[in-house]
Nanobody, 125 residues
Framework: QVQLVESGGGLVQAGGSLRLSCAAS????????MGWFRRTPGKEREFVAA????????DYGESVKGRFTISRDNAKNTMYLQMNSLKPEDTAVYYC??????????????????WGQGTQVTVSS
């Protein structure tokens, strides 16, 4: 069983920064690609970013490219999302997720089998 716990959300003004963390339990963290998604009320989950097992390869959703950076520390079983130049439209609940061990399309939420409980990010204008 894998447990994922997000932290680091909060209220920030537009143009500010936040860093989200995703702490994972279990010994399979370094064996899996990981991703971040976000959801706002009434909308589908939106792909934010993903990172491969080693941390060498990343991908980002179009709306966050150039502003967000995903990283991971396998020694700490933790993944991060550095969010800079935040905009009000970044307001959402952010979730971390583990890609299924047999892989899948990174941007598709059905490719992930374990999810955290989410952390709220609110960006004021």
């Amino acid at each position: 069983q894998v447990q994922l716990v997000e932290s680091g959300g909060g209220l920030v003004q537009a143009g500010g920064s936040l860093r989200l963390s995703c702490a994972a339990s279990g010994r399979t963290f370094s064996s899996s690609a990981m991703g971040w998604f976000r959801r706002t009320p009434g909308k589908e989950r939106e792909f934010v970013a993903a990172i491969n097992r080693s941390g060498e390869t990343t991908d980002y959703g179009e709306s966050v490219k150039g502003r967000f950076t995903i990283s991971r520390d396998n020694a700490k079983n933790t993944m991060y999302l550095q969010m800079n130049s935040l905009k009000p439209e970044d307001t959402a609940v952010y979730y971390c997720a583990r890609l299924k061990l047999w892989g899948g399309l990174w941007s598709n939420p059905t490719s992930y089998d374990y999810w955290g409980q989410g952390t709220q990010v609110t960006v004021s204008s």
